[in-house]
């Protein structure tokens, strides 16, 4: 990457309080919520950006000048995953294998990197499976490993990603049970893997982050899905059942999508020049969920009733159309008992995971989800 790209220019100093809750405090060093404002006092659409996170997105958008939306699905798909310009380099791990796991219609793509140090000989590692971005239509291992081999040896576990079937080839349930048959596929062959599948977590950042939760939920609840038959017609519509697997040991959302409405301030309020944007958004649910079945608390999580989920990490983007929802989320978490670790970072765009090698806060949001974890799995 050039150093010399104004990509490169440092974030906004970080919002802080005079007393911070420490479940907030706990985070990276400027990921802090910020004090609540009033309506006159809340920034809107770009003025809500950090100087670096608006130059990143116009160099996002000199780069790719034709929003994902608005491209044949196979091109916005690699689109997508070119992300190598504006993450840090891949950190070495001590082993990755690709392989696959079975699920209900397909063989889902699984890439595991074991940490640098990581000695599953003496003692079984604990995992996370992480669950990549991207509207349920883009995202795969590629756009996740460089922050998958960070968070691996930060944590010093092993990090798997999955690459569920993508909407609208493959709507509402089919990513979610790919999910669920490789969360199992893990802790069923977690001894052959080194692994504890009494200590694996589930990860994902947007979309992502929306089946990470429907999956704890699921296997919470042992759900029973059916199975619609594809427009090619490969199968017949089908019941099966959410698999019986340990439960999630934590979770960690990364601003996850959360509620089909779409009518929160905050797309009023940053549903353009942003990012992602509310017709981006929308196209999104369109795809995969495109009826009354975007409504279900497995596709709306924020919906779902929450009791009995696992410690919990969120982070929010300050200036993400998602970003009431998420916060909205937090609330109801705790409201449900559930321990919540909160990071909020203002002035910045959604999808700043994988920015981490032009925008201070997703170095820090990756280091800090890999320090998190590390405890999280390891307590």
Not at 177 to 187: P, R
């Amino acid at each position: 990457m050039n150093a010399a790209h104004p990509v490169n220019a440092a974030g906004s100093a970080p919002a802080t309080e005079d007393a911070p809750d420490p479940a907030h405090a706990a985070g990276p060093a400027h990921a802090a919520r910020p004090a609540p404002a009033t309506e006159d006092a809340r920034l809107t659409g770009t003025a809500a950006l950090s100087p670096a996170a608006l130059a990143y997105l116009q160099e996002t958008a000199r780069r790719t000048p034709v929003p994902t939306d608005r491209l044949p699905l196979q091109q916005a798909r690699a689109q997508a995953s070119a992300a190598e310009w504006k993450q840090r380099p891949p950190q070495p791990v001590a082993r990755t294998l690709d392989t696959f796991a079975p699920s209900p219609t397909a063989e889902v793509p699984l890439r595991i990197h074991w940490p640098l140090g990581g000695e599953p000989e003496a003692a079984p590692l604990p995992a996370l499976l992480m669950l990549p971005g991207g509207g349920w239509v883009t995202g795969n291992a590629d756009l996740a490993d460089s922050a998958s081999r960070a968070i691996a040896n930060a944590a010093g576990c092993a990090v798997v990603i999955a690459t569920p079937q993508k909407a609208p080839e493959h709507p509402f349930p089919v990513p979610l049970t790919d999910c669920l048959a490789a969360y199992a596929w893990v802790t069923e062959h977690a001894a052959g893997l080194g692994l504890d599948p009494l200590r694996v977590g589930l990860a994902g950042d947007s979309a992502g982050g929306n089946l990470a939760l429907a999956t704890a939920l699921a296997l919470r609840d042992r759900t029973e899905f059916e199975i619609p038959a594809p427009a090619a017609g490969t199968h017949a519509p089908f019941s099966w059942a959410a698999p019986e697997a340990p439960s999630p040991a934590a979770l960690a959302l990364v601003y996850p999508v959360t509620d089909a409405g779409q009518d929160t301030a905050s797309y009023a309020d940053f549903g353009a020049g942003c990012g992602l944007t509310a017709e981006r958004m929308a196209f999104y649910w369109d795809c995969y969920a495109p009826g009354e079945e975007r409504r279900s608390p497995l596709a709306s999580v924020g919906r779902a009733e929450l009791g009995g989920l696992p410690p919990t990490l969120l982070a929010t983007a300050g200036a993400d159309v998602l970003r009431d929802e998420d916060l909205a989320l937090a609330d109801r978490l705790r409201a449900a008992g559930v321990p919540v670790t909160q990071w909020d970072f203002p002035g910045t765009p959604h999808g700043f995971l994988h920015a981490d090698g032009v925008l201070r806060e997703g170095a820090d949001l990756v280091d800090g989800i890999g320090a998190w974890a590390g405890e999280a799995l390891r307590g």
